[in-house]
């Protein structure tokens, strides 16, 4: 089955900072989200982006189908953007949707 | 417009015990889910159905059944629960491409 990875796993930021958080996949994917659980547990998309560039206020994702990575980007940090991010693929829409281990983030005051 | 609604949101069982978690969604989505969360293993796909009458094991399969009652209700039972199956359970739906999660059901066995 695909294998999904993402780095770093835990990341601390002071508020105002910007971050880059990484996802590989081991195969190739038609369907891939990135997500966020807040700290009361609760999971929200934020990105459906099998390929390219999107962007939805401070956050932008860019997926790079050919090289099997995605990217997602948190500019001028808030301490509402705490939490894990979870990056999701599988081989289809509706197919067997696969996490990644997530990324702990932590912004600081 | 409730989402994706997952009965109960805490449960605590006596190993050996059987038990159903519900869910159901009113989005009109083919797609369903069971997942588990465990601290450092992030979420782990327990059954999914592409559609009404169809489903398929996932990841972490062992211990658990589903149903796929119609096209809102997916269910996962555990028909002998054991200390391992202590998790959070969350269910969820599909529609191109974006995934909608319930609240979860944190379920502990002791």
């Known amino acids: 089955g695909i294998q999904v990875e993402q780095s770093p796993p835990d990341l601390i930021l002071q508020e105002g900072a910007n971050s880059t958080l990484r996802c590989n996949f081991s195969?190739?994917?038609?369907?891939l989200q990135w997500f966020h659980q807040n700290p009361w547990g609760q999971l929200i998309n934020l990105f459906y982006?099998?390929?390219g560039t999107k962007q939805n206020g401070r956050l932008s994702a860019t997926t790079v189908a050919t090289e099997r990575y995605s990217l997602l980007y948190i500019s001028s940090s808030q301490t509402t953007d705490s939490g894990v991010y979870f990056c999701?693929?599988?081989?289809?829409?509706?197919?067997?949707?696969?996490f990644g281990q997530g990324t702990e983030l932590s912004v600081k005051p | 417009n409730a989402g994706v609604t997952q009965t109960p949101k805490f449960q605590v069982l006596k190993t050996g015990q059987s038990m159903t978690l519900q869910c159901a969604q009113d989005?009109?989505?083919?797609?369903m889910y069971w997942y588990r969360q465990d601290p450092g293993m992030g979420l782990r796909l327990i059954y999914y159905?592409?559609?009404?009458?169809?489903?398929d094991k996932g990841e972490v399969p062992n211990g658990y059944n589903v149903s796929r009652l119609n096209k809102r209700e997916f269910s996962l039972r555990l028909e002998s629960a054991a200390p391992s199956q202590t998790s959070v359970y969350f269910c969820?739906?599909?529609?191109?491409?974006?995934?909608?999660f319930g609240q979860g059901t944190r379920l502990t066995v002791v």
């Open positions: 999701a693929v599988a081989y289809n829409q509706g197919g067997k949707l696969i």
């Open positions: 195969d190739s994917v038609n369907n």
């Open positions: 982006i099998p390929s």
């Open positions: 989005m009109n989505h083919n797609s």
């Open positions: 159905s592409a559609s009404e009458g169809t489903t």
């Open positions: 969820a739906s599909e529609k191109v491409g974006e995934a909608f």
